[in-house]
C-alpha cells in the first residue's frame, strides 16, 4: 500500500503542482478549440493559400513529438532574445500541438454536415464565413464532440510534458517530492490519482452532453 504520509505531508506541494495543471489545460483547451477550428475552416476553404497553410499546419504538427514543438519555444526562442518561462513555453506548445487534433476532427465534422445546409445558407444571402459561424459549424461540433472529448483527455494527460521544462505543474513538483522521499513508487501513485481527479469528470461530463445532444437531436 502507498504511504499516505508522503501526500499528507507534501499536500501543499502537490496543490501547487495540481493547480499549474489545471491552469495549463484550460489555457491549451480554449486556445487549441479557438486555433483548431480556424484551421479546420482553412483546410475546407475555396481560398487555395489558406487551404494549403491549413493542411500544411496539420500534416506537420501531427507528425512531430510534442517535446519537440516545445523545444522550439523552450530552447529556440532565446536564440533569438526571447525567453519565456516551461510552464508558458509547455502551455504554448501544448495548444499548437493538439489543434492539429482538434482541427482534423473539427474538418470530418464539417464534411459530414449535409452540403445542402451550406447550398441554403448560401441561398439566403448569407457570405461563406457567416455560413460557418451561424449554420455548419454549430452542427460539425455536437457531431464531433467524441473525439474532440478525446483530444481534451488526452491534452491534460499530455501537459505532464511541462515537467521536463521546469513548468511547475503536477509532475514538476512529484519529481521534487520524489527526489526528498526517496519513495519513487508512492509518490507517483497520487500523482496518478490526481490526474484521475480531472480526466474522469471531464469522460462524464463529455458522455453527458453526448446523450443530451442526442437526445435534443
Same mark, same amino acid.
Given at each position: 500500500m502507498p504511504d499516505i504520509t508522503i501526500f499528507t505531508d507534501y499536500f501543499g506541494t502537490y496543490m501547487k503542482g495540481f493547480g499549474n495543471?489545471?491552469?495549463?489545460?484550460? =489555457?491549451? #483547451?480554449?486556445?487549441?478549440?479557438?486555433? !483548431? %477550428? =480556424?484551421?479546420?475552416?482553412? @483546410?475546407?476553404?475555396?481560398?487555395?493559400?489558406?487551404?494549403?497553410f491549413g493542411t500544411a499546419y496539420v500534416e506537420f504538427i @501531427? /507528425?512531430?513529438? &510534442?517535446? #519537440?514543438?516545445?523545444?522550439v519555444f523552450f530552447y529556440g526562442l532565446p536564440s533569438i532574445g526571447v525567453t519565456l518561462s516551461g510552464f508558458v513555453c509547455g502551455t504554448i506548445?501544448?495548444?499548437?500541438? %493538439?489543434? $492539429?487534433?482538434? $482541427? +482534423?476532427?473539427?474538418r470530418a465534422g464539417i464534411m459530414a454536415v449535409p452540403k445542402g445546409q451550406t447550398e441554403a445558407a448560401r441561398a439566403s444571402g448569407l457570405d461563406y464565413m457567416q455560413t460557418m459561424r451561424h449554420v455548419v459549424l454549430p452542427q460539425a461540433i455536437k457531431i464531433v464532440i467524441p473525439p474532440l472529448s478525446n483530444q481534451?483527455? /488526452?491534452?491534460?494527460?499530455?501537459?505532464?510534458? &511541462? !515537467?521536463?521544462f521546469a513548468g511547475l505543474d503536477l509532475m514538476y513538483y $512529484? *519529481?521534487?517530492?520524489?527526489?526528498?522521499?526517496?519513495?519513487?513508487? *508512492?509518490?507517483?501513485?497520487?500523482? $496518478?490519482?490526481?490526474?484521475?481527479?480531472? %480526466? &474522469?469528470?471531464?469522460?462524464?461530463?463529455?458522455?453527458?452532453? +453526448? @446523450?443530451? &445532444?442526442?437526445?435534443?437531436?
Amino acid at each position: 500500500m502507498p504511504d499516505i504520509t508522503i501526500f499528507t505531508d507534501y499536500f501543499g506541494t502537490y496543490m501547487k503542482g495540481f493547480g499549474n495543471t489545471i491552469l495549463s489545460s484550460a =489555457i491549451a #483547451l480554449v486556445g487549441s478549440f479557438l486555433l !483548431g %477550428t =480556424i484551421i479546420a475552416v482553412f @483546410r475546407i476553404t475555396p481560398l487555395k493559400p489558406l487551404q494549403w497553410f491549413g493542411t500544411a499546419y496539420v500534416e506537420f504538427i @501531427r /507528425n512531430i513529438p &510534442l517535446l #519537440l514543438v516545445i523545444f522550439v519555444f523552450f530552447y529556440g526562442l532565446p536564440s533569438i532574445g526571447v525567453t519565456l518561462s516551461g510552464f508558458v513555453c509547455g502551455t504554448i506548445g501544448l495548444t499548437i500541438y %493538439t489543434a $492539429a487534433f482538434v $482541427a +482534423e476532427a473539427i474538418r470530418a465534422g464539417i464534411m459530414a454536415v449535409p452540403k445542402g445546409q451550406t447550398e441554403a445558407a448560401r441561398a439566403s444571402g448569407l457570405d461563406y464565413m457567416q455560413t460557418m459561424r451561424h449554420v455548419v459549424l454549430p452542427q460539425a461540433i455536437k457531431i464531433v464532440i467524441p473525439p474532440l472529448s478525446n483530444q481534451f483527455i /488526452n491534452l491534460v494527460k499530455n501537459s505532464s510534458i &511541462l !515537467g521536463a521544462f521546469a513548468g511547475l505543474d503536477l509532475m514538476y513538483y $512529484a *519529481d521534487q517530492v520524489a527526489s526528498k522521499t526517496y519513495a519513487t513508487f *508512492d509518490t507517483y501513485i497520487f500523482v $496518478a490519482v490526481l490526474y484521475l481527479v480531472l %480526466t &474522469l469528470p471531464l469522460s462524464y461530463m463529455a458522455l453527458h452532453l +453526448e @446523450r443530451k &445532444l442526442a437526445k435534443a437531436g
